[in-house]
């Protein structure tokens, strides 16, 4: 069942769930409570079967800041430092960064489409996010930063190993390399957005009539898409072929596919069960 949550709110109507990042950190910033909370939230939706898609958005005027360092030094802070730093504190930070990263590997192991809607500052742990997003919108204002270097840290939250696969390997390794900052047309021309809207409300506006269009088709079929296209993307051409025929061969017979017919043949709307 979705819970009540600190760093997030959860918004549902007619197959659509909006996650909203709210913080408290300013910006949106990403601190415990997000890193416990995400996970959570994903599974939530995940097996809600009244939920087609996500979308995920920021509350105020940024999509989020990234890691909130001084809210996670809690945690973080006795793994890196001190004299007797050794062994032990090793293994504890590891098993952080991968409790960490269950929050990004919730989005893309997610059956329903998330779509990433963002608004101003998109930075960091931001980036780690909507990399695992199936396909991601912007405002024009929006600017995007993979800013780890600047604080030290080699980003290790999924954008090193998702990005390439959206903008590039030349264009990753120089957000990774230099922490710049990237503008909207920029983002839009590398490929990291589909498209940029000249407004944050623009923006919305079109975020969800693109989640209404997808929550209209057959949601079994939208979410066999998705598996299939992940299961291709480190595959051959021949070996993806093999697989969508045996998985149309297990789970083309539908409900839905009757009624995609028979409202072909009646000239109506159809209205997909996800049966």
């Not at 997003?133 to 080699?154: M, P």
């Not at 975020?207 to 299961?231: C, F, H, S």
Request: with cysteine.
């Amino acid at each position: 069942m979705d819970g009540t949550y600190k760093s997030l709110r959860i918004e549902k109507a007619e197959g659509i769930a909006e996650l909203v990042l709210t913080g408290p950190g300013k910006g949106n910033a990403m601190g415990p409570d997000f890193w416990r909370e995400m996970p959570e939230a994903l599974r939530a939706l995940d097996a809600n079967d009244a939920v087609r898609v996500v979308l995920v958005r920021g509350e105020g005027s940024h999509f989020t800041y990234g890691l909130d360092l001084m809210g996670m030094m809690e945690s973080l802070g006795p793994l890196l430092t001190g004299e007797s730093n050794l062994a032990l504190e090793r293994s504890q930070l590891l098993k952080l960064i991968g409790d960490m990263q269950q929050a990004t590997e919730g989005v893309a192991r997610c059956r329903k489409p998330v779509i990433a809607a963002v608004h101003g500052w998109c930075i960091g742990g931001g980036m780690d996010l909507i990399a695992a997003c199936d396909f991601r919108y912007c405002s024009q204002e929006a600017k995007f930063s993979l800013r780890e270097v600047k604080v030290g840290i080699v980003a290790d939250l999924g954008a090193l190993q998702r990005l390439p696969r959206i903008i590039g390997e030349g264009n990753t390794r120089e957000l990774a390399y230099t922490g710049g900052d990237v503008d909207a047309a920029r983002a839009l021309r590398m490929g990291l957005v589909n498209e940029v809207f000249p407004s944050p409300e623009a923006l919305l506006t079109e975020a969800r009539a693109t989640a209404r269009r997808i929550a209209d088709n057959p949601p079994l079929v939208i979410q066999g898409a998705k598996q299939v296209m992940e299961y291709c993307a480190d595959k051959s051409i021949a070996d993806g072929l093999r697989y969508v025929a045996v998985w149309n061969s297990a789970f083309l017979q539908s409900h839905d596919l009757t009624e995609a017919f028979a409202a072909f043949a009646e000239r109506r709307p159809p209205k997909f069960q996800g049966r």
